[in-house]
C-alpha cells in the first residue's frame, strides 16, 4: 500500500512571509501532482512533477520533486491571502492503472 | 479550457435507494476515475476504469458498487443500496494517457440520511 504523509497539517502565517510544505513516501512514483482544493469542490491540479530533482515554479509557488522520486515539496515566497486554502499532493505509478495516491492535505491560512 | 463535469453538485437520498452519479470526461481522455471524500478526511481511489472494463478498485467499491461508460461521452457510478456512511463528495477524474496528470471534476455532495 503507497502512502504519502504530508506535514505540516495545518499552517497559519502572516502575509508576505514564506513557507514550505512536505509531501513523503516511503514509495517511488512515477509522477506526483499538486493540487488546491477549495471548500465544496474538487482539486485543481497546480502542477506535475516527474523527474526525479525536478524543480517546477509557478509564479510564487516553487514545486520539488526528490532525487529518488518519493518526496515533493512546495514552497511559497511572500504568502498572500489568496494562497490560503487546502494543498494536496498525489502520487501516481503509471503500471498502477494510473489512479492516483492522495496525502491528508495542507490547511494553510494566510493573514493579511 | 476542456474540464470534467459532474452532475448533480448535490444529491440527498434515503437510506437503501440506489443512486447514480454522473461524470462527463474531458473528451479525448482514456482513462476514467471515481474517488471520495468523506468530510474532513482524505481523497480515497475507488475504481479506475479503461477501455471498457475496471481496471482497478480498491476495497471500499464492494458490491454495491458499479461503473458504467454507457455512451460515448458518460461515465457512471451507481450505489445499489445507500448506507448511511456512503455520504461524501464524491469526484470524477481523468486522463489522457497513464502517464499524465489527472484532472478532477467539481464533485457530487451525496448525502445519506
Known amino acids: 500500500t503507497q502512502l504519502l504523509e504530508q506535514s505540516p497539517q495545518f499552517l497559519s502565517i502572516q502575509e508576505g512571509e514564506n513557507l514550505t510544505v512536505y509531501c513523503n513516501s516511503s514509495s517511488v512514483f512515477s509522477s506526483l501532482q499538486w493540487y488546491r482544493q477549495e471548500p465544496g469542490e474538487g482539486p485543481v491540479l497546480l502542477v506535475t512533477v516527474v523527474t526525479g530533482g525536478e524543480v517546477k515554479k509557478l509564479k510564487r509557488l516553487t514545486f520539488q520533486f526528490g532525487d529518488a522520486r518519493k518526496d515533493s515539496s512546495l514552497h511559497i515566497t511572500a504568502a498572500q491571502p489568496g494562497d490560503t486554502g487546502l494543498y494536496l499532493c498525489?502520487?501516481?505509478?503509471?503500471?498502477?492503472?494510473?489512479?492516483?495516491?492522495f496525502g491528508d492535505g495542507t490547511t494553510l491560512t494566510v493573514k493579511p | 479550457e476542456p474540464e470534467v463535469t459532474q452532475t448533480p453538485s448535490h444529491q440527498v437520498t434515503q437510506m437503501g435507494q440506489e443512486v447514480i452519479l454522473r461524470c462527463v470526461p474531458i473528451s479525448n481522455h482514456l482513462y476514467f476515475y471515481w474517488y471520495r471524500q468523506i468530510l474532513g478526511q482524505k481523497v480515497e481511489f475507488l475504481v479506475s476504469f479503461y477501455n471498457n472494463e475496471i481496471s482497478e478498485k480498491s476495497e471500499i467499491f464492494d458490491d454495491q458498487f458499479s461503473v458504467e461508460r454507457p455512451d460515448g461521452s458518460n461515465f457512471t457510478l451507481k450505489i445499489r443500496s445507500t448506507k448511511l456512511e456512503d455520504s461524501a463528495m464524491y469526484f470524477c477524474?481523468?486522463?489522457?494517457?497513464?502517464?499524465?496528470?489527472?484532472?478532477f471534476g467539481q464533485g457530487t455532495r451525496l448525502t445519506v440520511v
Open positions: 477524474a481523468s486522463r489522457s494517457t497513464e502517464n499524465t496528470e489527472a484532472f
Open positions: 498525489a502520487g501516481a505509478v503509471w503500471t498502477n492503472a494510473g489512479k492516483s495516491t
